[in-house]
């Protein structure tokens, strides 16, 4: 299985055990599927370019394999729910990206559509 170090923390943690990273200017909070978060001096961006998650949102990315649901209101914003119930925006830039991105890995049900 593959994994990543964590600046600041040690052993490596498995990619899978990330259900999301939360950016907050240039660190980044990592929520284990564990329930637990740690506070990271990394960037979103760069958790974006070297993990194969999806960035839903400025200050979000999401592992795709944790999520349940995928709704979106007539390209105005959306949200996903993960498999722990949390609830992370989409942002209405990111909405296209993110239905391509989710359907491309089958590990969620169909987007709804809602007025």
């Known amino acids: 299985m593959k994994t990543i170090q964590l ?4 052993p490596a943690v ?3 055990s990330i259900m999301w990273l939360e950016g907050d200017a240039n660190y980044t909070r990592v929520h ?3 329930g637990s978060n740690t506070l990271i001096t990394q960037s979103l961006h760069w958790f974006e370019k070297n993990l ?3 960035r839903v ?4 990315i999401i592992n795709p394999a944790y999520v349940q649901e995928f ?3 007539k390209g105005r914003s959306g949200w996903i729910r993960l498999a722990d119930t949390t609830l992370i925006p989409v942002s209405r830039d990111r909405l296209e ?5 989710l359907s491309s890995t089958n590990k969620h049900q169909s987007p709804s559509e809602e007025v």
């Open 52 to 54: 194969d998650f999806v």
């Open 97 to 101: 990206y993110t239905a391509t991105q």
């Open 7 to 10: 600046v600041g923390h040690s």
């Open 32 to 34: 284990f599927r564990d």
């Open 57 to 60: 949102h400025r200050s979000a």
């Open 71 to 73: 709704s979106q209101k």
């Open 14 to 16: 498995l990619v899978q």
